[in-house]
Structures are given as C-alpha cells and as structure tokens.
C-alpha cells in the first residue's frame, strides 16, 4: 500500500532522511521507532502531503483514505458523539445528499454505500469508541467546548478510529490516555482491520499491536519483522556482530599498517607495501550504531527507616470543605513497597498523591508520617515551571546551596547529564531531558520515597528501560501513576484501585485489570452494570426495550433497502441493453418486451421508494 524509495528531507538544513526506504503492504501494522528528533513525525507529514521531500517518491497504492488524528483539539458546540460521527466525511455527505437528491437511481446509490458502510450502526460504534476511551454515556452527549484540551484530543482520537481509513497514521496515540484508556487501545488497535503506521515509545503497545517495526536510525529506515521485543533483540545481536566485525577489521587494518611502515623504505619490498597501501584504502570502514548516547538515570540509596514510612486511617481528602475527593482511606506505605495507582482519569489519583506528598492536608482521620521522612515528588506539568533561562546546573545549585559544585555535577550526572548538557539552557532541553532535570532535582535530598506521576511522558523507550531499572535498584518505596502498563508491569508489585471516592487495593494483576474493565464496559453495555445508579439502569432498560420495539421497523427498513437496490440494478441492466445497438437487430418483440420491462421497473422503483421513505421514518421516530 505504501512505498517509500529513496527519500531525503531536509529541514532547516538538517538532513532527517537520507536515501531511506520502506513499504508497507496493505494491511500490516507497523511501528515506527525511532530517538526523539530523528524524523518520525516528519515522515508523517511527508505521507500527508504536508511537507514535499527533497528527492526520492512515494506513494499510495489504489488511492487509499489516510486517516491522522487532528492537530488542533475538536472545539464548539456539538456533543462529543456528534463531534465524533462527524469524522467519517463519507457517511456526513452521503446523509446529507440523502437528503437532498431526487434522482431515483442516485438515491439508491447512496442508500446502497451507507449500506456499505454500516452507516445505521455508526452512532453505537461512535459510543463504543468514546466509551473505551473513558467517556460515559452522559459525558458523550456534553458539548465538545465544556472539556480540557487532553480530554479534547481523546475525542480527536476517537474521530480518526471511527472514520476507518484504510491507512491510520497514529503519532503518540496514548500521549492524554489514562492506563484504562491505554489498555482499551491496545486491544481495539490489535483487532484493527486496515494498515496502521504507528509512532509509540509504549513498549507494550508495540509489542501487542506491531507485526513489523521500522526503525529510523542514522538518517534511514530499517524494517525488521515481529514486535518491539523481537526487533530489539535482533538488532543486538546485529550490533555485536558489526562490533565484531569491526575488530575483526581493525586488527587487520594494523597487521597491514605494519607490513608497509617496516617494509616501505626496502627495495625489495616496495612493491608489495604499495600494494597493501592500495587494499588499506579499499576498505570499507564498518561503522556500528551503537555510537548512539546511552540515557542512564541513578536514584541515590536513602537510609533505613523504620516501618510504616506512611499510615492512613479514616483519611478524607480534598479541595473544597465539606467536599472530599476521597473518604475511607486506609493504606500503609512501607520501604519495600512498589505500588502503582489504577482508576480512570477523575477519580483522584492525583488527589491521593498530593495527600500522601503534604501538599493537601486530611480533612478528616489520621494520617501518621515520621518527622524525617523525605519525600521525592514527580508531577506531570512540573516541567512548565521550570526557568526557562536557567540551566541543569544553576536549578540544582539553588536547590543544594551547601554542596561543592563537584558535587552538584557527580548528581546530575547520575540523570545523564554531561558537561555538555549540564550548562545547557532549559529552554534549549528536548522534553525528555526535561524530564530527567526534574528527576535530578527531586532526588537531590535523598528520599525515602519515591511519588510518580506519569513519569514516562516525554521520555524515549531507552529512557523509559533506563527508568525502570533505576526504579528496580532504588531502596525505597515507589508510588507510580503512570499509562505505561510496561513500566507498572516490571516495577509494580502491588495495585491500588482508586475508584467509587476512596483507594483499596485490588487483587489481582494488570491483566486481571483489564479483564475487569473489559466485564465492567460489557455489563455497562448490557445495562446491569452495578456500578450505575438506580436511574441509570432504568435509563439502559429503558433503551434495551426501546431497541427491542424498534427491532421489526429495523428489519423492515433494511428489507426497503434491500428491495430498492435490486430494484434500481434490474433498472440499470435494461438500460444497459436498450443501449446496446445489438439490441435492435434482434426480433421486434425482444425490444417491446424489455420497453415494457423499463416502464415495470420504473413502477417498482417508485413503490420501492415510498415503502423505503415509510420504513425509515417510522425507525427515525422510534429510536
């Protein structure tokens, strides 16, 4: 479906790609891998048709729809589910010419396509989508405007996923998705039908979803087939045999080195170290991508301090006085403690780590902390208060006056940070290297505890495998609020389920997670889920019986459409043969007959379309 030969961009004199090639054949699934800043999302918009590379071709096969979630956040008064349906661009405009058009024969077309495209069943897809990426039924029928721009973009999201391209473009599709929503992803995106080409640093997700990888690396596309395991495991095996080789070679190069300087000045011997000379410069030097920096993350080992580091009994906590977020809480925290914290996005997760961090007080109960304790804290947004002109160095000398600048610069480089990067403005750092700054900062003073909210954000898959075995050395307890079911997967041993306004733990493993959100959205969609209110079942029975009385008007619809369509293609046919000049040279009779015929199935069309308008409005006012 998709070719790529040869292709160089530049941009803003940099070369991204150089002579880089790949295909994607219709249908696959593939991941694009990559360091950040190597071109990814560049190549995206050359796909589009956004950016025009500097030479090479590409192209699409058969004239495929491409489907990109959009850059700006969906905005204005219609429903979320609105919003979302109106993605299909096909589906809007046929409904709309539906509408408007009075040629019997295009009528039928049109009724045929929807047909085609399910469109009578798009406003349940539509629900379903929003559904698994954390909408309910009441928030789907809100007004786009009344959301933040990440829940905005999770609409964007579910725009693209329902208008069904034939080749989807995702670029960081988990980047505003809670764990819930990433795990739905995750299955809805395996069961994808079509070509997918997606950017992701979620490891799980590309391993759960890619068939093929292409890695972008030193200005080039390499395409390696399996999973994100399975590719990385092929690539190290290729990067010890390129060292290897190259060892091999260099110990060749100075065994040949050796012969000319010892032999060149004898006459003897001239000849020969000249032609070595000439085999020496031959050669082809074996270069190894293993030159690429190493991200490395190191928390500094805090004392021993006596259990519980944190205890909660009765705890309420929250904003408004009289209004707690959180009630019944009843939690220890001890050193050896790896916990990660699940419940959808609202639910206050957030909440239960400013509490447990002493940036919210308890509204009521009792929550005991030792005087000592200290605390590491990484918050989401922290990054935007970050100063911008300020360097790596000069935040944490301000955070460590006492310490020798040696000693400001052995910590920093525990996070990655080099002279060259130490003394480098924030403003000038990629979001990753932001990131590890805050890490720096937040483990200066040693903590005991370690509090993580999405700490993967911005970071790369080394630097996610980097932090999780940093988190895996460290002695103190680990609290994590993270969409990385990776990183939970290889830290955590330990779930707490903040849900219902308080936190318990939950009994099982992230994949019995998903296993009881997956039953939670099937009784949701039963309508016996017990997690709804009182009205709210009645509201679901309500629309099951609703369905089940519009069942015969359904059927009967769908038979209208069934009965039109045959009716305008035996149409279509004898128009094609009273077209034909053969037609006129046969017997007399022949041609009066299929005159007649015309004239007949000129009658069944019209009654076709009156039982069609019948059916349908009789559906419309039902449902």
Known sequence: MLTINNLTVRLGGRVLFEGASLFVPAGHKVGLVGRNGSGKTTLFRVITGELAPDSGTFSLAGRPRVGRVAQEAPDGPLSLLDTVLAADEERDRLLAEAETTTDPLRIAEVHTRLNDIEAHSAPSRAAAILSGLGFDEAAQARPCQEFSGGWRMRVALAGALFARPDLLLLDEPTNHLDLEATLWLEGYLAAWPGTLLVISHERRLLNRVAQEIAHLSERTLTRYSGNY???????????????????????????????????????????????????????????????????????PAPEE??????????????????????????????????????????NGKSTLVKLLSGRLGAMEGTLRRPGKLRIGYFAQH???????????????????????????RAHLGRFGFGQDKADVKASSLSGGEKARLLFAMMSRANPHMLLLDEPTNHLDVDAREALVEALNGFDGAVIVVSHDAHLIDLVCDRLWLVADGTCAPFDGSLEDYARYLAEQRRANRRGDGEAGTNGRKEARRNRAQARADAAPLRRAAQQADRRLAEATEAKKRLEAELADPTTYTQRPEHVAQLQIAMAEAQGVIEAAEEAWLAAHAALDEAE
Do not use: C, W
């Open 305 to 346: 301090m006596p259990p519980p580091l944190i205890a909660l009994t009765g705890v309420s906590v929250g904003y408004v006085p009289e209004k707690p977020v959180l009630t019944r809480l009843n939690l220890r925290i001890d050193m050896d403690d790896r916990i990660a914290l699940i419940g959808a996005n609202g």
């Open 382 to 408: 922290q990054a935007e208060e970050l100063d911008m002109g300020g360097t790596a160095f000069s935040h944490l000398a301000a955070l460590m006056p006492d310490a020798r600048e040696s000693a400001v």
């Open 229 to 299: 395991d399975r590719f990385e495991r092929v690539r190290r095996e290729n990067l010890v045999r390129e060292a290897r080789m190259r060892e091999r070679q260099v110990a060749e190069q100075k065994r040949i080195q050796a012969f000319v300087d010892r032999f060149r000045a004898k006459a003897t011997k001239a000849r020969q170290a000249q032609s070595r000379l000439k085999m020496l410069a031959r050669m082809e030097p074996i270069t190894s991508v293993i030159e690429e920096h190493t991200t490395t993350f190191q928390f």
